[in-house]
C-alpha cells in the first residue's frame, strides 16, 4: 500500500556545517567502491547493474540537495566555503561515471540484450545514459578524457565564481535617503520596508539595499528620475568594469573563459559549436532551426513592439532613456487601465494566493495540499506543505521559502529535494522547494503580492508539480530529471495561464482588510493588462535568447566581442537602446552561471508548448476533468520516461502550433 510510504525529509537542524565535506566525501567513496565491486562481479544485467547505480544517485543526490538548497537561501562564509569544497568533488564524480568506458558498455549491452523485455521508460532511460556517455567522451582517448575531466572542474569553479561575483556586488551596493521628497512616488510598503531597514542600521532615513523588489518598484515608480537612473545604473554594471570594486567583482574575463571552455569541451566530443552540443539534450533539433525560430518571432515582434515604444514616448512626451522605460510605462499602464500593480497587492495576500493556486492543483489532478506543522526547516521563513493523493495517502510535498531577505539568492526556482523512486523494496516519494523572493511580511502587514508574482508563484508551482506528481519509479527519470531541456518549461509557463482565468482569479484574491475578491472592474483591467507591451517584453526576451544562442556558436571570444555580439542582437532586434555603460551580460547568471547556456531560447519554445497546450484547456473548459487528467496524464506523470515530442503529441494530439502564443501575446497579424 502507498500509505506506508512516508516523505524521507532532510534534517536541516542537525547539518553541521564543518562535516558538510567530510560527509561528501565520504559519500563519494563509498559510491566508487560499489560501482567498482558491481563491474568486477561483471554485472549487466537491469537489476544489477541499472538499479543500484539510481540508487546511489538517488542517495546522493537527496543528500547534496539541502545543502546546495541553503547555500542558496541561508548563505553565509562557513557554508559558502564547505560548498565550494564540495563542487569540484561531485562534478568529478559525475564526470568520472560519465566517462566509465565499463559501465558505458554494460549499459549498451543491456540495452541489446534486455531492451526488447524492458518497458519503454526504462529503454529511456538507457538510451538517455547512452547519448550522455557520448557526450562526456567516453570513447575518447585518455589524455582527451582527462582534459574534458579537468574542463567540467574548470567550469564548474569559474562558474561559482561567476554567481558570487554577482551576489557580492550586489550586496555591497547600498543607497540610504535622507530627504522623504526624493522617494515620491515610491509605494508604502516599500518605503516602510527601507525605513525598517534603516533603523535596524541605528541610522536616520530611509535604507534601500539593492534587491529585486526595490530595484522594480524604485523604476516602475519613483518620480526622481536622478534616482531611477542611479538604481539602474547600480543594477546593469552589477560585477563589471562599470560597477563596484571592478577589480574584485568584474566577471568580463570570467566570461570570456567560461565561454573559451565550453567551446574547447564541445569540440573534444565532436560538435562545432557548444550551441550544437547543448541542442543534443534538446526537443530542437539544430542550431539553424532554433536561430530560424527566434528570428521568425521576433519579426512577428519587432514591429509591435517598435509601435508600443514610439505610443509611450508619445505619451511620455520626450525620448526616454532605459531607466525612464518601465516607469512610464506603469504610468501609461495606469492612465489606460486605471491600474497600478501596485495598487492591487492588497488583493494578493500570499496566504490567499496559495490556498487558491493550490485549490487549482486539487480541481485539476484530484490531489490534496495541506500545510504541515512542526516540519524541521532551516529558516522561520520556510514551510512545509503534503500532496496527498484522492484516497488520503501521500503522493509527495514541498518546502516554500518566498520572502526576500539578506543571504538569499535573489530570483525564484524549484528545485529537487527529494526525488522519486521505486527500486525493488526501496521507494522514496518527492520532495521540493519551492524559492521567491517576494516582500517579507512588516508589522501586521502580511506578504502581499504584485500580479506578476503571483504568476511567478504559480510558475514555480507548475514546475513542482512536474517534480511531484510523477509516477515513474527511476530517478534518473522521474518528475523534470531527463526531460529535455526546452520541453522542462511547459508544465511551469502552462500552469501560469491559470493565474489570469477570470475562473481562477476570485479563488486567489481576497482583499487584505475586507476580503473582497478583486472587483469585476479591476480584473477586466487586469486581463487587459496582458497583451499591454507584450511586443516590448517579447523582443527583450529574444535579446536574451539570441545574445546566448550566439556567444555559444560563434566560437571564443574576448569581452569586447562578447559586448559587440550583444550590441548586434539589439540592433537587430531591440526597440530600447541602452546606455553604454550597460553591462547587463555581466550578471546574466541563467547563461554564465546557471543552466541556461545555449538554451535560454527554450523559455520562448516552452511558451509555444504552453500556450498550445492550455488552448486545448480553453477549448474545452478550463477545469475539465478529461483535458487535465489527459495533461496530468501524458505530460505531468511521466517525466522524463518519454520523448517530449512525442508525450505532447499524444496530450494535444497533434504538433505544437506557435498561433496560440502570438494570440495570447496579441502579436498575431
Ligand atoms: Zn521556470
Known sequence: MTHSTALDLPRFSTIKIDQIEGAIRALLDENRTRLDALLNAGANTWEDLVVPLEEMQHKLSRTWSPIGHMNGVVNSDELRSAYNACLPLLTAWHTDLAQNERLYRAYESILQREGSKLSAGQRKLLENALRDFRLA????????????????????????KFDENVLDATNAWSKHIANEAELSGVPAPIIERARAAAESRQMEGWFFTLDAPNYQAIMMHADSEALRREFYTAWVTRASDQGLQPERWDNSQLMSQILALRSELAALVGFRSYAEFSLATKMASSVDEVREFLEQLAAKA???????????????????????????????????????????????????????????????????????????????????????????????????????????????????????????????????????????????????????????????FGHGLHHMLTRVDYPSIAGINGVAWDAVELPSQFMENFAWRPEVLPLISGHVATGAPLPEQELQRLLGTRTFQAGMQTVRQLEFALFDFRVHSEGPQDSTAIMGILEDVRSRVAVISPPAFNRFAHSFQHIFSGGYAAGYYSYKWAEVLAADAFSAFEEEGIFNDKVSRRFLNSILEQGGSRDAMEAFVEFRGRKPQIEPLLKQLGLAA
Not at 137 to 142: E, F, H, N, Q, S
Not at 148 to 154: P, R, S, Y
Not at 347 to 364: H, I, K, N, S, T
Not at 403 to 429: H, I, N, P, T
Request: hydrophobic share 40%.
Open 302 to 460: 519587432r514591429p509591435v513592439a517598435q509601435r508600443e515604444f514610439d505610443e509611450l514616448e508619445h505619451f511620455a512626451k520626450r525620448s526616454l532613456n532605459a531607466w525612464d522605460v518601465s516607469y512610464f510605462a506603469e504610468r501609461m499602464k495606469r492612465d489606460r487601465f486605471d491600474l497600478s500593480e501596485e495598487e492591487l497587492r492588497p488583493y494578493f495576500p500570499l496566504d490567499r494566493v496559495l490556498a487558491g493556486m493550490f485549490q487549482v492543483a486539487e480541481r485539476l489532478y484530484g490531489v490534496r495540499i495541506a500545510l504541515r506543522e512542526g516540519v524541521d526547516v532551516y529558516h522561520s521563513d520556510a514551510c512545509f506543505y503534503d500532496i496527498l493523493n484522492p484516497d488520503g495517502s501521500q503522493r509527495g510535498g514541498f518546502f516554500v521559502d518566498l520572502y526576500s531577505r539578506e543571504k538569499k539568492r535573489g530570483g525564484a526556482w524549484m528545485d529537487e529535494c527529494v526525488g522519486r523512486k521505486r527500486l525493488g523494496d526501496s521507494a522514496a516519494l518527492p520532495v521540493a522547494y519551492l524559492v521567491c523572493n517576494f516582500m517579507p511580511p512588516s508589522g501586521k502587514q502580511p506578504s502581499l503580492l504584485t500580479h506578476s508574482e503571483v504568476v511567478t508563484m504559480f510558475h514555480e
Open 137 to 160: 567522451g567516453v570513447a575518447l582517448p585518455a589524455a582527451s578524457k582527462d582534459r574534458f575531466k579537468a574542463l567540467m572542474e574548470q567550469l564548474a569553479t569559474l562558474q561559482s
